[in-house]
């Protein structure tokens, strides 16, 4: 097999991260330690390399790797150069990252991991809460899938589809946010989003089951949210 860049690389790479994480839970295995330790670097630098606290990157190349430099209006040059990051980061990324980040936290990554963990978990959330529950994006408008806005999910019919879904995934990462750091305000704002805006209730009917609407990607999505809020 050999690596590839692609649209989901954070999804991609979260998913081997928690399974890594769960090998080593059972295995104690250095040498699967040492796999774990990798990819919670790689998903960290997501966020690192864009250079805005909270957002993380889509995907990442370098010199040398197809693509780079190609002038795609999506992927930006890193101050050095020798790095692209592409933007337009979609729900399912902040998905993932929520899902393997607190898996490993809690059952893999040291000390030392966990702060990591625990600070960027923390930008991360702060970052949609700051923006009105929108993931806002370099030139400063929200991506076109991160959106967990109780005004458009609640109140604007273009985004029915995805009420039941974005309220489920929004819950997930407050739940999620709140354990791993133990910050109140995390379950402060979890509280108001199912009291004050109903994303419990939403999220009953996460699944669309109009003929022609619902997709496998969206079944993957709530399992995603699913796993931390439930656990949590």
């Not at 109903?198 to 996460?206: F, G, M, P, R, V």
Request: include cysteine; charged fraction near 25%.
């Amino acid at each position: 097999g050999h690596g590839e860049i692609s649209d989901n690389d954070g999804t991609w790479t979260g998913l081997y991260l928690a399974a890594q994480s769960f090998r080593y839970a059972v295995t104690k295995d250095q040498s699967v330690r040492r796999l774990v330790s990798e990819s919670l670097d790689a998903m960290l630098y997501l966020e690192q390399v864009t250079g805005i606290p909270g957002l993380p990157a889509r995907a990442v190349r370098i010199e040398g790797e197809h693509g780079f430099g190609d002038g795609h209006a999506e992927w930006h040059r890193t101050a050095d150069g020798k790095t692209e990051w592409k933007a337009e980061t979609s729900s399912d990324e902040i998905d993932a990252h929520f899902f393997s980040l607190s898996i490993c936290y809690d059952l893999a990554a040291n000390d030392k991991e966990r702060k990591r963990i625990r600070d960027m978990v923390a930008r991360v959330t702060d970052y949609i809460i700051d923006n009105d529950y929108l993931l806002i994006d370099l030139d400063g408008k929200p991506t076109t899938w991160g959106v967990w806005s109780p005004d458009l999910l609640n109140n604007d019919d273009r985004w029915r589809m995805q009420r039941g879904l974005n309220s489920l995934e929004i819950i997930s990462h407050l739940k999620t946010a709140y354990h791993i750091t133990g910050d109140e305000k995390y379950r402060s704002e979890y509280d108001k989003m199912v009291k004050d805006h109903h994303y419990a209730l939403n999220s009953i009917k996460q699944r669309i089951t109009i003929l022609g609407h619902h997709t496998w990607h969206d079944d993957q999505l709530a399992m995603l949210s699913y796993y931390p809020l439930l656990l949590y």
